[in-house]
C-alpha cells in the first residue's frame, strides 16, 4: 500500500462505524462504496485489507474497534499506565498482566460497538415505527395500539412480531405513611389471628431500601389480599391515593416463531438473558 493510499485509507477509517470495522469483507464493501479503489472487486480489495491488518493496527484497526491499546511509547521504549497512571515499561509487566489488559480492551472495544448498534437499532426501530404510523394515519386516519400507548406489529405470515410497551413509573406520596399506620394498627389486634405471610408481606412491603424506596411489588400483593376490615380497606385506599405516576419508559421487544400455531420465541438483545 502506498503512503498516500495509506493515508487516505486511514481518513475514510475515522469514519468507518465500529460494528463494520470487525468484519473484513463488509469493511472492503463499505470502503468500496466510498470511493477507495472504486473498480476494485470487494473480495480483492477484502484481500487488500486482509494484508495490511498490521500497518493498521498503531492507528485503532478491526481487532481494536477503535480502542487504545494502552501502549505509551516514551524515547522508544514501550509503557504501559498503572491504576495510579504511572508509566511502567512494558518489560517490567507481568506477561498475565498484560494479556489480561489485551483481553479487557478487545472486550470493551466490542462491547462499545455492540452498545453503538443497539442505540442505533432502536433509533431506527422508533424511527420506522412512527413513519409507518404516519403513514396510516394520512391514508387511514387510524392511529396504532391502546391510549396507553402499548402497541403490536405483525408480519403478515404471523411469524414474526414487534411489541411496543410503555410502562410507567410509580412513586408513592405522604399517604403511604398513614396506610402503614392503618395495617399496623389490625395487626396488633389481631395478634395471633393475623397470617405470618401477611406480616412478612407488610415487612418487606415498608422496609425501604438504601434510597428510602419502598417494595413496590411487595406494595401492590397487599393491595391483591382479600381483607374485609374496615382499616385495612382505608389502609389500600390509602395506598391507592398514594400511587403517582411521575414518568413512564418505552420498551420495544422482538418475537419469532416458525408457524402461525407455535409458540412466540423473544428475540433476545439483553446480555444477560443471551
Known amino acids: 500500500m502506498s503512503d498516500t493510499d495509506l493515508t487516505v485509507f486511514k481518513d475514510l477509517m475515522e469514519t468507518c462505524p465500529h460494528d463494520i470495522r470487525r468484519q473484513p469483507f463488509a469493511w472492503a464493501k463499505w470502503m468500496r462504496n466510498k470511493g477507495f479503489v472504486a473498480r476494485m472487486r470487494a473480495d480483492l480489495l ?35 499506565r498503572d491504576a495510579k497512571g504511572a508509566l511502567v515499561p512494558m518489560s517490567m509487566v507481568k506477561a498475565q498482566d498484560q494479556l489480561e489488559d489485551e483481553t479487557v480492551r478487545k472486550i470493551i472495544g466490542y462491547a462499545e460497538a455492540l452498545s453503538d448498534q443497539v442505540t442505533r437499532f432502536k433509533e431506527h426501530t422508533f424511527n420506522d415505527l412512527g413513519d409507518f404510523e404516519a403513514v396510516l394515519m394520512q391514508d387511514y386516519d ?5 391510549a396507553k400507548g402499548n402497541k403490536t406489529f405483525l408480519s403478515f405470515d404471523g411469524c414474526q412480531k414487534v ?11 405522604p399517604q403511604l405513611q398513614i396506610a402503614k399506620e392503618l395495617i399496623d394498627e389490625c395487626l396488633n389486634e389481631w395478634a395471633a389471628d393475623a397470617r405470618d405471610e401477611i406480616r412478612t408481606i407488610v415487612t418487606r412491603a415498608f422496609n425501604t431500601d438504601k434510597a428510602g424506596a419502598v417494595n413496590r411489588s411487595e406494595i401492590f400483593m397487599l393491595l391483591r389480599l382479600d381483607i374485609t376490615d374496615e382499616r385495612w380497606q382505608k389502609a389500600m385506599s390509602a395506598i391507592r391515593d398514594a400511587m403517582r405516576v411521575v414518568g413512564s419508559k418505552t420498551y420495544v421487544r422482538c418475537y419469532k416463531r416458525e408457524t402461525p400455531d407455535a409458540a412466540w420465541q423473544p428475540i433476545t438483545i439483553d446480555l444477560a438473558k443471551a
Do not use: N, R
Not at 500497518?55 to 501502549?71: F, K, L, R, V, Y
Not at 387510524?142 to 391502546?146: F, N, R, T, W
Not at 411489541?163 to 406520596?173: L, M, R, S, T
Open 163 to 173: 411489541q411496543v410497551a410503555v410502562a410507567d413509573h410509580i412513586d408513592f406520596g
Open 46 to 80: 477484502h484481500q487488500y485489507i486482509t494484508d495490511h491488518i498490521a500497518q493498521m493496527a498503531d492507528w485503532g484497526g478491526p481487532d481494536t474497534c477503535g480502542i487504545s491499546s494502552g501502549i505509551v511509547e516514551v524515547h522508544g521504549q514501550k509503557h504501559l
Open 142 to 146: 387510524l392511529k396504532k395500539g391502546g
